[in-house]
């Protein structure tokens, strides 16, 4: 059983910079995607970054060029550095990973999800 732990998130300014970590345990870090999802307030949760055990990486558009997802499989960690924050990046940031071989393009659908992390608040201000 894969268990994911966020932390990292907190309150920043628009323009301002976070980064978060997922540790992760259970199972064997370096065969299986990763990543992280996020859901606002009032809205659907949505893929925001995956990062597939080879290290190929996918982003949703509206991060692209602002945020870095990056993993240390000796760490059994994945990380999302967020730049050049936005009040619309404000939301619960959820660590996820997929089954053992997975990739990070499947984990970019829901039922591509076989594990969630807790969540961690990342809010935004004006």
């Known amino acids: 059983q894969v268990q994911l732990v966020e932390s990292g998130g907190g309150l920043v300014q628009a323009g301002g910079s976070l980064r978060l970590s997922c540790a992760a345990s259970?199972?064997?870090?370096?065969?299986?995607?990763m990543g992280w999802w996020r859901q606002a307030p009032g809205k659907e949760r949505e893929f925001v970054s995956t990062i597939s055990a080879s290290g190929r990486k996918y982003y949703t558009d509206s991060v692209k060029g602002r945020f870095t997802i990056s993993r240390d499989n000796a760490k059994n960690t994945v990380y999302l550095e967020m730049n050049s924050l936005k009040v619309e990046d404000t939301a619960v940031y959820f660590c996820v990973a997929g089954g053992l071989d997975s990739t990070g393009f499947a984990l970019k659908r829901r039922d591509g999800v076989d594990y969630w992390g807790k969540g961690t608040l990342v809010t935004v201000s004006s």
């Open positions: 259970g199972r064997t870090f370096s065969t299986y995607a």
